[in-house]
Every structure is written in C-alpha cells, then in structure tokens.
C-alpha cells in the first residue's frame, strides 16, 4: 500500500522560510505528477503547485515567486521550498498525486504568524 508522510512544518514569522518533505512509499512516485495541496481552517483543500516527472511544475498564483517544488525520483520525495511566508499562507500542508489518487496522509502544519 502507498503511503504518503509530510514533514517540515512549523511556526514562522511572516517572511520567513520553511521546507516541506513529501516522502512516498511505494514505486509509483516516479511516474506520476505529485502535487502539493493546503488545507487553511474553514476552508477546502486547494492545489499549491505540481510537479511532472520530468519536472515540470506549475503553481497556484497566490505562491508564485515564493515556492518551489522539486522532487527527487531516486528518494521517492518531494520538497516544497517556502519563502516570503506570509499569514495566508497558514494552513496543513499535504501531498498527493495530481487529483489525489492515492490516501492522504495526515499533512504537515504550517503556521505563520503576522
């Protein structure tokens, strides 16, 4: 069974940086779009960026500039590079394939304080 494992959350001040690791059981990573997704409180989950398996990557206008996602295909993980953090940001960050194929996991939290 695929499991996916987020970690680096954490609390940080508007501005400041954090990185996101997505690791991915499993052999199916390295054929698959991956895609990070955020989930604020009160609000439904929204796609943040995706990255292909040549490594495309497309990003939400709300991070562009400011996030990066890569992958590492020998790792079976994706990063996800947050800079100029700012309170909307705010929220439980998870991975998944684009369109969630597989189950989620249970995400990591970001917090970012004004």
């Known amino acids: 069974q695929v499991r996916l494992v987020e970690s680096g959350g954490g609390l940080v001040q508007a501005g400041g940086s954090l990185r996101l690791s997505c690791a991915v059981s499993?052999?199916?990573?390295?054929?698959?779009?991956m895609a990070w997704y955020r989930q604020a409180p009160g609000k439904q989950r929204e796609l943040v960026a995706h990255?292909?398996?040549?490594?495309?990557?497309n990003y939400a206008d709300s991070v562009k500039g400011r996030f990066t996602v890569s992958r590492d295909n020998s790792e079976n993980t994706m990063y996800l590079q947050m800079n100029s953090l700012k309170p909307e940001d705010t929220g439980v960050y998870y991975c998944n394939t684009l369109y969630g194929k597989i189950a989620w996991g249970q995400g990591t939290q970001v917090t970012v304080s004004s």
């Open positions: 990255i292909s398996p040549r490594d495309s990557t």
């Open positions: 499993g052999s199916i990573f390295s054929i698959n779009t």
